[in-house]
Structure formats: C-alpha cells, structure tokens
Nanobody, 121 residues
C-alpha cells in the first residue's frame, strides 16, 4: 500500500508563486511515473505535469514555462513549483503516483488528498 501526503497550496495573488509537495510512504517496491492533476469547479480534471521514471517531463500547454515538476527519488517525493500564477490556475491539485507494491506485481495508481490553490487579487 502507498500513502501520498500533499503539502503546500493556498491563496496567492496573480503573478505569485507556490510550491506543492507530494511525499510517498508505505510498502512498495518501485515508484513509476508521478504526476500532478488539477480540477476546477465544473471543469474536467486535467493532467498538469508528469515526471516519468526516466526523468522526462511533460506539461500542459497552458503551464509550460511557468510550472516545473521535479522528483526526489531518494525521498520518494515529488514537487510542483508554480510561478507566475494566473487566476485560471485556481483548482484543487492532486498528486498521482504509479507504484509497484512488489516485484513483478501490477502497477497501480495512488492519489494524494488534494490541496486547494487559489489565485485571486
């Protein structure tokens, strides 16, 4: 079983910055891709950024150049640095991790508890 605990988020003015963290703990053999999702009220969930096991990064077009995803494999932790935040970035942000609980076992998805990011003047 994998537990994901998120931290960070909050209220910031447009143009401001926030950093989200997502720490994985529990019993698992390997962590695979790690990603941040967001969902605004009345909107579909979006994949904001993905950090693959091979250290490549994929971003939603609207956040390219403003957000940076990173992962610390020694700490089993993922981060999302969000700069130049815009009102339209307001949403609940969830981390998602694909993990293998045992050698040769299936890759399963796990979710963080979610954290509110509000960008408002």
């Amino acid at each position: 079983q994998v537990q994901l605990v998120q931290s960070g988020g909050g209220l910031v003015h447009p143009g401001g910055s926030l950093r989200l963290s997502c720490a994985a703990s529990g019993s698992f053999f390997s962590l695979g891709n790690m990603a941040w999702y967001r969902q605004a009220p009345g909107q579909p969930r979006q994949v904001v950024a993905t950090a693959t096991l091979s250290s490549s990064e994929v971003y939603l077009d609207s956040v390219k150049g403003r957000f940076t995803i990173s992962r610390d494999n020694d700490k089993n932790t993922m981060y999302l640095q969000m700069n130049n935040l815009k009102v339209e970035d307001t949403a609940v942000y969830h981390c998602n991790v694909v993990a293998q609980e045992r050698v040769g076992g299936p890759w399963l998805h796990y979710w963080g508890q979610g954290t509110q990011v509000t960008v408002s003047s």
